[in-house]
C-alpha cells in the first residue's frame, strides 16, 4: 500500500530563493551523507525522507562517493524517492572526489563529470537531476572544461542547475566570470562548509555569492555534531557517528576543555531562547539572508523534527549575537 504524505506539509516549511533565479528551496535540507547507506540503512533512511518530506522539506542532497561503499547512499536512498512524488522534490547530486581508478575517476574533467553524473542517475533510478555540482575544485583541469561539462549536462536534459561545492571566494568568483565569458549555464548555488565554529564562508564566500546572484546552502551546520547535546557531558554516545565511524580520537580531537566550555555556554544561551544547541545553531546559520537553506543530516525522524522546529525561532538580538561571537571567536578572519 502506498504511503500517504501529510496534506499540510506545504504549511509551515519556510522556502527561500535561490540566489535571483526561480529555484526555491526549503530553509532546511536533508542530505545523506554518511548516514543514509553509511551505517543506516534503507529503513531508517525511508523514515527520515518521509518524515522529512511530512514536515515541507522538498529537498534531499547526495554525492556519488556518500554511503558505504561509495555511491551506496544514491542507491538506497533512490529507492525510496521511488516511492515519493518525483515533481514535488529537489534532488542533488556531485561529483569531483575520488570515486574508480585511472585518470578519470575524480576531480573535474568532463570524462569524469558526465560519466560520474550518468553513474550517479542510474543509482538513484532517476531521469534528471534538480541540481548537479561540482563537488570540490581540481587545481590541474581548466574551469572552462569543468563549467562546460555541467553546462553540457543541462544541454542534454540530465540537470536543470548548475552548483559547485568547496570553493573559495575567489574560486568562485573566477567560475562565474568564465562561465558569464562562455555563455554557459549560470551557478545557480554554492554549497560551502559553514557553522559557528568555522566562520571563513562570512567573509571569504559570501559576499561573492551575493554579487553573483548565487544562492548558498551551508553543509555541516552542526559542525558535525558538536553543536549539539550529544557531547557536551563528555561521553560518546553509542549510536552515535562519533562511537561509530570517527572514534574517540575524533572527539579529543575536536572537544578541547576550553571548547567544551563555550559550547555549555552556548547551550545555555539556547534554552534561554527555549531552543536547542542544534536549534540555536540551524536558526543562527539561516539568519543570514544570503543563505538559502541549511544542509542537516539524521539518523532517526525525532532528529528531523528537532531540527526543522529550529524554524520556530530565527531572530537574534544584538546582544546574543555578541555573546555567539565571543564564545566562538567571531568571524574575524583567519589567514
Not at 550518468?118 to 538513484?124: H, I, Y
Request: with cysteine; hydrophobic share 35%; proline share 5%.
Amino acid at each position: 500500500m502506498a504511503h500517504e504524505f501529510a496534506q499540510d506539509r506545504y504549511k509551515h516549511m519556510q522556502y527561500r530563493r535561490c540566489g535571483r533565479s526561480g529555484l526555491r528551496l526549503p530553509a532546511i535540507s536533508l542530505g545523506g551523507w554518511e548516514t543514509f547507506g553509511g551505517y543506516r540503512g534503507e529503513d531508517v533512511a525511508r523514515e527520515c525522507l518521509y518524515r522529512a518530506f511530512d514536515l515541507g522539506i522538498t529537498h534531499f542532497d547526495f554525492a556519488n562517493n556518500y554511503g558505504t561503499p561509495p555511491g551506496n547512499s544514491e542507491i538506497v536512498c533512490g529507492c525510496v524517492i521511488k516511492e515519493m512524488p518525483r515533481d514535488e522534490l529537489i534532488i542533488s547530486s556531485k561529483a569531483g572526489y575520488y570515486m574508480w581508478p585511472g585518470p578519470y575517476g575524480e576531480w573535474g574533467s568532463k570524462k569524469y563529470i558526465v560519466a560520474s553524473c550518468d553513474q550517479s542517475l542510474k543509482r538513484m533510478g532517476l531521469e534528471y537531476f534538480d541540481i548537479f555540482y561540482h563537488h570540490r575544485p581540481d587545481p590541474d583541469t581548466p574551469l572552462e572544461e569543468t563549467l562546460g561539462a555541467l553546462d553540457l549536462l543541462v544541454r542534454q536534459g540530465k540537470v536543470l542547475y548548475i552548483g559547485v561545492s568547496n570553493y573559495s571566494g575567489a574560486q568562485f568568483a573566477e567560475a562565474t566570470r568564465v562561465a558569464q565569458r562562455m555563455g554557459l549555464h549560470p551557478i545557480t548555488i554554492h554549497q560551502p562548509h559553514y557553522n559557528m565554529l568555522g566562520r571563513r564562508f562570512e567573509w571569504d564566500v559570501l559576499p561573492q555569492t551575493v554579487a553573483a546572484g548565487t544562492g548558498t546552502i551551508p553543509f555541516s551546520p552542526l559542525a558535525n555534531g558538536l553543536l549539539t547535546d550529544k557531547y557536551l557531558g563528555g561521553d560518546i554516545p553509542a549510536e552515535s557517528r562519533a562511537a561509530l565511524r570517527w572514534g574517540k580520537e575524533w572527539v579529543e580531537r575536536n572537544l578541547s576543555e576550553e571548547r567544551r566550555a563555550s559550547l555549555n555556554a552556548l547551550n545555555e544561551m539556547a534554552r534561554a531562547r527555549g531552543q536547542t544547541l542544534a536549534q540555536m545553531a540551524l536558526a543562527w546559520v539561516l539568519r543570514l539572508p544570503g543563505v538559502t537553506s541549511a544542509l542537516i543530516g539524521a539518523s532517526s525522524a525525532k532528529q528531523v523534527e528537532e531540527n526543522v522546529a529550529a524554524l520556530n525561532n530565527l531572530s537574534f538580538s544584538d546582544e546574543e549575537l555578541k555573546r555567539i561571537d565571543a564564545l566562538t571567536g567571531g568571524a574575524t578572519p583567519q589567514r
